[in-house]
């Protein structure tokens, strides 16, 4: 079995940065995609950047592009999000998920194991 826990969260001002962390243990993810998702109070869960098992490939949704940054080490067991330039609206709990259906395109990541979350407020 898999367990997944999401670190790095916390409050920051608007216009700075945070890394997220999401590490594994029970056995490896190498072979798995990886997502972050996030969830606003009273919003649906959404998909913010996703990772391929090799890391070779990522995914942004377009509220994120250019400002997030994901990455993996799996030597470590590990992935990352760098989130640099932070907005009021990025304030949420932000979740890992690991897809060990490598086939499946990175923008429809259906995870099958996740983390507990971590928050990230972002305020003024």
């Known amino acids: 079995q898999v367990q997944l826990v999401e670190s790095g969260g916390g409050l920051v001002q608007i216009g700075g940065s945070l890394r997220l962390s999401c590490t594994a243990s029970?056995?490896?993810?190498?072979?798995?995609?990886i997502g972050w998702f996030r969830q606003a109070p009273g919003l649906e869960r959404e998909l913010v950047a996703a990772?391929?098992?090799?890391?070779?490939?990522?995914y942004y949704s377009d509220s994120v592009k250019g400002r997030f940054t994901v990455s993996r080490d799996n030597a470590k067991n590990t992935a990352y999000l760098q989130m640099n330039s932070l907005e009021a609206e990025d304030t949420a709990v932000y979740s890992c998920?690991?897809?060990?259906?490598?086939?499946?395109?990175?923008?429809?990541?259906?995870?099958?194991?996740w983390g507990q979350g971590t928050r990230v407020t972002v305020s003024s």
């Open positions: 029970g056995r490896s993810v190498s072979n798995c995609h």
């Open positions: 990772i391929s098992w090799r890391g070779e490939a990522t």
């Open positions: 998920g690991a897809d060990p259906l490598r086939g499946r395109p990175l923008s429809t990541l259906q995870p099958t194991y």
